[in-house]
């Protein structure tokens, strides 16, 4: 193996600067989301070695789609690899970093010697953080939102979700004693894109007479074999909730989100933050303790 690939790419790796936890239904219009960085240091390297194509020419596949209008890039830096430079995209507010070498494009986690992962490193340096504070306030203003549990629970979330995405139910199945139990309000913002019939799922439940009991519905009426929400969908959906579900899908990008569960909670540093796909129970627990 050469001294340049002792750091190696594995695996894809596009950006927004939020935590990861788990799986998740990906929306198909942005990539996966990676995670910050654990404190990790990029590795010092001599001049020599580091990258330092930081301008010029631009790979070919990348000039091709930043010419077509796909992304822009944002940033150009170095890398502690010799040759390979690191590029953030910005496709319509949905940052990633690649990296260029001889003309090819890589896209995924940068493993340093040290097991560091540069990539989330660089996400986590040159990648905008989402507003989250400014994205629930326009969330809460477009009234698109499905309330859950005690209004005096200590903790809310605002959660991204397709009714028909099957990591959503694992979320709603886990939170389900934390609500009971006064402890947490989730607010849903009901999103489309995992099943055709997405949309209209959505829509029906936004227009239900009590839509945090039609959500309720869809979720203890899950079907996990197929994957499908159980609240039956409007055919057509009014044209007035589908636009109030494109404003919360396209809040979803601005959060750094590219697939469902999208949750933004407050950490306990009392700041807004994002954690993106199923966290599991023993996050809730981390988070909120025991139900």
Not at 105 to 126: D, E, K, R
Not at 175 to 193: D, T
């Given at each position: 193996?050469?001294?340049?690939?002792?750091?190696?790419?594995?695996?894809?790796?596009?950006?927004?600067?939020?935590?990861?936890?788990?799986?998740?239904?990906?929306?198909?219009?942005?990539?996966?989301?990676?995670?910050?960085?654990?404190?990790?240091?990029?590795?010092?390297?001599?001049?020599?070695?580091?990258?330092?194509?930081?301008?010029?020419?631009?790979?070919?596949?990348?000039?091709?789609?930043?010419?077509?209008?796909?992304?822009?890039?944002?940033?150009?830096?170095?890398?502690?690899?010799?040759?390979?430079?690191?590029?953030?995209?910005?496709?319509?507010?949905?940052?990633?970093?690649?990296?260029?070498?001889?003309?090819?494009?890589?896209?995924?986690?940068?493993?340093?010697?040290?097991?560091?992962?540069?990539?989330?490193?660089?996400?986590?340096?040159?990648?905008?953080?989402?507003?989250?504070?400014?994205?629930?306030?326009?969330?809460?203003?477009?009234?698109?939102?499905?309330?859950?549990?005690?209004?005096?629970?200590?903790?809310?979330?605002?959660?991204?979700?397709?009714?028909?995405?099957?990591?959503?139910?694992?979320?709603?199945?886990?939170?389900?004693?934390?609500?009971?139990?006064?402890?947490?309000?989730?607010?849903?913002?009901?999103?489309?894109?995992?099943?055709?019939?997405?949309?209209?799922?959505?829509?029906?439940?936004?227009?239900?007479?009590?839509?945090?009991?039609?959500?309720?519905?869809?979720?203890?009426?899950?079907?996990?074999?197929?994957?499908?929400?159980?609240?039956?969908?409007?055919?057509?959906?009014?044209?007035?909730l589908v636009a109030a579900v494109r404003r919360n899908m396209q809040l979803m990008g601005k959060a750094g989100f590219g697939g469902t569960p999208g949750i933004m909670y407050r950490g306990?540093?009392?700041?807004?933050?994002?954690?993106?796909?199923?966290?599991?129970?023993?996050?809730?627990?981390?988070?909120?303790?025991?139900?």
């Amino acid at each position: 193996m050469s001294k340049r690939m002792s750091l190696i790419i594995a695996g894809l790796a596009l950006a927004a600067p939020v935590a990861v936890f788990g799986a998740s239904c990906e929306s198909g219009t942005a990539g996966p989301i990676s995670a910050p960085p654990p404190a990790a240091t990029i590795p010092a390297t001599s001049t020599a070695a580091a990258s330092t194509k930081t301008t010029g020419a631009l790979p070919g596949s990348i000039a091709t789609m930043t010419k077509l209008g796909v992304f822009q890039v944002a940033k150009r830096f170095k890398t502690p690899v010799k040759g390979v430079t690191g590029y953030l995209l910005n496709q319509h507010g949905r940052y990633s970093v690649v990296y260029g070498i001889d003309g090819y494009v890589l896209a995924g986690a940068l493993i340093s010697p040290t097991g560091a992962n540069l990539t989330a490193t660089y996400n986590h340096q040159y990648a905008p953080k989402p507003a989250y504070a400014g994205i629930i306030k326009a969330l809460e203003k477009d009234g698109a939102l499905i309330a859950m549990g005690s209004p005096a629970a200590k903790h809310v979330l605002y959660i991204f979700e397709d009714p028909n995405c099957i990591f959503c139910h694992k979320l709603s199945v886990a939170l389900a004693p934390y609500i009971k139990s006064g402890k947490v309000r989730i607010k849903i913002a009901p999103v489309a894109f995992v099943h055709p019939d997405s949309m209209g799922k959505s829509t029906a439940i936004l227009a239900a007479k009590d839509p945090g009991a039609a959500w309720a519905t869809d979720e203890t009426e899950f079907d996990t074999r197929t994957e499908e929400g159980g609240y039956p969908a409007q055919n057509p959906p009014d044209p007035k909730l589908v636009a109030a579900v494109r404003r919360n899908m396209q809040l979803m990008g601005k959060a750094g989100f590219g697939g469902t569960p999208g949750i933004m909670y407050r950490g306990t540093d009392g700041k807004w933050a994002g954690a993106a796909g199923f966290p599991g129970n023993a996050w809730l627990v981390r988070q909120f303790g025991n139900p």
